[in-house]
């Protein structure tokens, strides 16, 4: 079993349409948790960044984490065309490295 | 642009040969991280330096890799005598070392073994 597990998809959704992508895992040292986009060919970049449980919102995207559960969640409003991307959450602990340990990335388009 | 500099974009070599890739990273980043993608898979970690010093690698990194970063500045990662299955996207990261904060990734070397 991988330490964090993300449905590759792909997921495709009308434009306008709610969003969600899921990781879980399998270790409870992990303290941050992230979401990152990466679009053909490109680098990733990070979406959000949230520490332990809770919920945090930045505009159309909003995190939540669950770590009783080992579940955590990404969220788009109003999702539009330029949203198609592959989405890969990843997560880490404090200490050591801090290397990022990343799910496969689900690969999302929004159809206009 | 995050700001971290990758080259080549894109190398294609055939079976057998040594290849290098170059990472740039913001210059007050100490922390600097190599990963390597391979389609359809999340990165994974193959090493980390903390200024100079290389302080923990994969056991995806095998004995025809090898990683430096002088001085603690810029990064190479050589592979020798290269396989194709050593075809992937090999990708850097750097981190400012402070606690709560975010790494910025390159965009990426990808490798075609021919």
């Known amino acids: 079993q991988k330490e964090v597990e993300q449905d590759p998809g792909p997921l495709s959704v009308p434009e306008g349409a709610i969003v969600s992508l899921n990781c879980t895992y399998s270790n409870s040292a992990f303290q941050y948790f992230m979401w990152y986009r990466q679009y053909s060919r490109k680098g990733p970049e990070l979406l959000m960044y949230t520490y332990s449980s809770g919920n945090k919102e930045d505009g159309r995207f909003t995190a939540q984490v669950d770590k009783s559960s080992k579940y955590i969640s990404l969220f788009i409003r109003d999702s539009q065309p330029s949203d198609s991307a592959t989405y890969l959450c990843?997560?880490?602990?404090?200490?050591?490295?801090?290397?990022?340990?990343f799910g496969k990335g689900t690969k999302l388009t929004v159809n206009p | 642009d995050t700001g971290v500099s990758q080259d080549p974009r894109h190398k294609i070599t055939k079976r057998g040969q040594n290849v290098t890739f170059r990472c740039d990273p913001i210059?007050?980043?100490?922390?600097l991280y190599w990963y390597r993608q391979t389609l359809g898979q999340g990165p994974e970690f193959l090493t980390y330096f903390q200024n100079e010093a290389q302080l923990e690698k994969s056991r995806l990194l095998s004995d025809r890799f090898s990683a430096e970063r002088p001085k603690g500045s810029f990064s190479t990662l050589e592979i020798q005598r290269t396989e194709q299955g050593d075809s992937a996207m090999y990708l850097c990261?750097?981190?400012?070392?402070?606690?709560?904060?975010?790494?910025?990734f390159g965009q990426g070397t990808r490798l075609t073994v021919v």
């Open positions: 210059s007050e980043h100490n922390r």
């Open positions: 990843a997560m880490t602990y404090q200490g050591g490295s801090e290397k990022l340990v």
């Open positions: 990261a750097t981190h400012p070392g402070q606690a709560n904060t975010e790494a910025f």
